[in-house]
């Protein structure tokens, strides 16, 4: 009994060991993220100015007006009081996300760095300047006309607009003097932070590597141990190990982890799986970091036959974005990034291009996560110059680089100054670059020009030859992406690249550049363009083109231009024209998307407002394969699409009826597949708008809790029916009962029947009220707690 009560006291005396070694272990391995938001907390003025003004970032230094033709540019200055307890043997980072466009930060008076470009991050290390109590820090930002940095061209002669400010994430990084680095500071070619590659893919098994940069900045010698785990979306873990290490004093060193999954569950549009990567470094036996990444595995393969994305071959048909808001610019959530990303993706599209520069990371992360295929671009637009300024875009290419390799999303680096005259020295020294830092076979870059360093040659549709363009192009060495078509072929007629020369050209109703509310006629007119263009783009599919991306998805400013440039499928405000629909018909009604937010299935849109003003023929947009038409409870038809040269590639071209003479009232339209009825849309004669009906787009995105939030708010004129009125354009007046702010003119005209204006929240306070009033007519949200 002696025996067994010594017994029991041991291995009860073990289990509470191993209990708490296990929860040591368990505690160990969740540590807090080494990056933290340091978003809010500033102070803003501009130069010239006296009075401080407290904001968050991200930040625009000007609310500018709707049409931007006078955009402020000059100095501003930020500055952040704070106080962090020092902690021995600690390093302390600054992470910009994006300053525009060129930035000089100091700490309690004490210049650390200067930094020139707008677009990708740079890394402050604060760690020998940071004191007890409290510290200053200072941000000065020049955003003016400079030639050395790209896209170096004056704003007053731009395509697009660069907004100043602080306009992206600042995030605070504390990690012990042994660490893993960031690839940007690192400036260690193909190297820096975590770098991950898969070699050989198949179904059965993908074989690559996991490489990780540590950096020991102790007076001493540190035995250095990684471990790395792969969870797929089925919660199935697998842990890699590497052998333990010893790292001097001083020394950096990439430290290699061999990759096998079995089984491998593979990125694509349709499917974008991905695995959560956890990355585990100890240093003498302690778990000091934890780092932690979504990432995808694909296969994709250029070939002279076309494009392979997990060896089977894909048409690329997707869009361009610019990340420009209306008012505030580029100073967006990145919840507002996410919710264009699934504004794209549930307008049909699988791929888009980032026109013409990097965008906001999160950006990215909504991509990798929906299934878009990204083409991503270093800063340029139609000009070049030797010297500081190409060294400069070099750098670009080496810091996008390093912060993007890691997203499955893209398959293609476009490392050319868009629609510019480069020399032959920058094109051959820019792809060395790219695959200096990306020595895969897989690694693709993508230019403008026709030139054998590039992998695909990527001209806009105006760039070639009526009526052929690129149908045909084949050279034996490279592939054809038709970057932008469906608007400067209609607008000029291929005039060249000097818009602002040939603005006598532009035709009203035959231009693709046409307003949401410039009318169903002209909205159709543009919406046909895009159809005829991508129709036609189609047919060189299988003799060099793999892909084609339209101009554009939303509307937006221009340095040079007094007025919106509006070839966008959706307006400045997100809001959808014509066009929009009929891109979301080329989704096959059977492709099974797997992300929540994307839409799928079968999709009609009468495209059509119905008043006196519209025309006989009623357009239908669907991917159903029939389509019946009733006009006021009368039969009208039911068809399949009428195939002819202007729709004779497309998946799903449209469905056209004839109503002959107007006469108000209800259309209704159904939908039809494997001849089942599984769609149906009513649409009728709107009266006199009486209501104002207020909504919030969040595109299934909730408000953030952590950072303030920019969503926009419509107010749609309807009548006493609920139908909407695209005629009502009066004032609307908007009115906030709770925290957060109304950005935008107030009162505001609607247009085309709806007034908008952008929300701007309160972190962690999403209780409030959003009501608009015009003359007779008010509406209110229908909640209260967002």
């Known amino acids: 009994m002696k025996f067994f009560r010594l017994a029991s006291q041991y291995h009860f005396l073990l289990f509470l060991t191993i209990w708490t070694f296990l929860s040591a272990c368990q505690e160990k391995k969740n540590l807090p993220s080494p990056v933290s938001n340091f978003n809010q907390g500033w102070e803003f003025v501009k130069a010239n100015d006296t009075s401080w003004v407290a904001v968050t970032v991200p930040h625009t230094p000007k609310v500018e007006p709707l049409v931007v033709n006078d955009q402020w540019q000059g100095a501003c200055t930020y500055r952040k009081r704070f106080s962090l307890k020092k902690i021995p043997n600690e390093k302390v980072w600054l992470e910009f996300e994006g300053v525009m466009n060129n930035a000089t930060v100091s700490l309690n008076g004490t210049e650390l760095i200067k930094h020139k470009g707008g677009y990708l991050p740079f890394v402050v290390d604060l760690t020998k300047q940071l004191k007890e109590g409290e510290n200053e820090l200072v941000v000065k930002v020049l955003n003016v006309d400079d030639p050395t940095i790209p896209p170096g061209k004056p704003l007053r002669k731009l395509d697009f607009n660069f907004y100043g400010g602080i306009y992206r994430d600042v995030n605070l990084i504390r990690k012990k003097k042994c660490y893993i680095t960031h690839p940007v500071v690192a400036e260690k070619t193909a190297s820096g932070g975590i770098l991950i590659h898969f070699d050989t893919i198949t179904n059965e098994v993908a074989n690559g590597s996991l490489q990780v940069h540590i950096r020991n900045e102790f007076d001493s010698e540190r035995d250095i141990y990684i471990e790395a785990s792969l969870t797929d979306e089925q919660g199935k873990r697998k842990k890699f190990k590497a052998e333990e290490i010893e790292l001097s004093a001083g020394e950096d060193k990439e430290i290699i982890v061999d990759l096998t999954v079995k089984k491998p569950m593979l990125w694509s549009p349709a499917d974008p799986n991905l695995y959560d990567l956890k990355v585990m470094l100890e240093v003498d036996g302690d778990l000091v970091e934890v780092m932690e990444k979504r990432i995808g595995i694909r296969k994709i393969n250029l070939t002279e036959k076309g494009f392979l994305l997990n060896d089977k071959e894909i048409f690329m048909s997707g869009t361009n974005r610019h990340q420009e808001y209306p008012y505030v610019g580029y100073a967006i959530s990145n919840e507002a990034n996410w919710r264009d990303a699934v504004k794209i993706k549930n307008a049909g599209f699988d791929f888009v291009r980032l026109s013409h520069y990097p965008q906001d990371e999160s950006f990215l992360d909504a991509c990798d996560e929906l299934g878009i295929i990204v083409m991503d671009a270093i800063p340029g637009w139609q000009f070049f110059k030797k010297g500081e300024f190409t060294d400069n875009a070099i750098q670009d290419i080496r810091d996008m680089v390093r912060r993007d390799r890691n997203h499955p999303s893209i398959f293609f680096w476009e490392v050319s100054l868009n629609e510019s005259e480069m020399s032959e020295a920058f094109m051959e020294r820019a792809n060395k670059v790219l695959n200096e830092e990306l020595p895969f076979n897989d690694t693709y870059s993508a230019g403008w020009l026709d030139h054998p360093a590039y992998d695909l040659f990527i001209p806009a549709r105006q760039h070639g030859e009526f009526p052929f363009y690129w149908n045909g192009y084949k050279d034996g060495k490279r592939s054809v992406f038709i970057s932008e078509y469906g608007d400067w ?44 263009a991508a129709n036609s783009n189609l047919k060189g599919k299988g003799m060099g083109t793999i892909g084609m991306s339209n101009w554009l998805m939303f509307d937006y400013n221009r340095g040079y231009a007094d007025d919106l440039e509006t070839s966008g499928v959706s307006d400045i405000f997100r809001l959808p024209k014509f066009a929009y629909y009929f891109y979301k018909s080329q989704r096959p009604a059977d492709v099974d998307i797997k992300h929540s937010l994307a839409e799928k299935g079968p999709m009609l849109k009468i495209a059509s407002f119905w008043n006196n003003k519209s025309d006989s023929i009623v357009r239908v947009f669907s991917n159903c394969e029939e389509v019946e038409l009733y006009h006021n409870g009368k039969f009208i038809a039911r068809k399949k699409p009428e195939i002819n040269e202007l729709n004779d590639r497309l998946i799903s071209p449209p469905f056209d009826f004839n109503l002959g003479k107007y006469i108000h009232g209800v259309i209704v339209a159904n939908g039809y597949i494997d001849g089942e009825k599984v769609i149906q849309e009513e649409i009728n004669t709107a009266g006199l708008v009486t209501d104002l009906d207020v909504s919030i787009d969040y595109s299934g995105i909730p408000l953030s809790t952590e950072d303030p939030d920019i969503v926009f708010v419509y107010a749609k004129g309807v009548d006493e029916y609920g139908y909407f009125n695209e005629r009502f354009d009066e004032e609307v007046t908007f009115e906030l009962e709770g925290k957060g702010e109304l950005i935008g003119n107030n009162p505001v005209k609607a247009k085309a029947g709806i007034a908008t204006i952008l929300y701007k929240s309160v972190p962690g306070d999403t209780t409030f009220n959003i009501s608009a009033k015009s003359k007779w007519m008010y509406g209110t949200l229908k909640e209260i707690d967002h």
């Open 489 to 532: 072929e209609y607008y000029a007629q291929n005039a060249g690249f000097n818009q602002t020369a040939f603005e006598g050209l532009k035709e009203e109703e035959r231009t693709s550049r046409q307003l949401r509310e410039a009318g169903e006629v002209r909205l159709k007119q543009q919406a046909l363009n895009f159809q005829e």
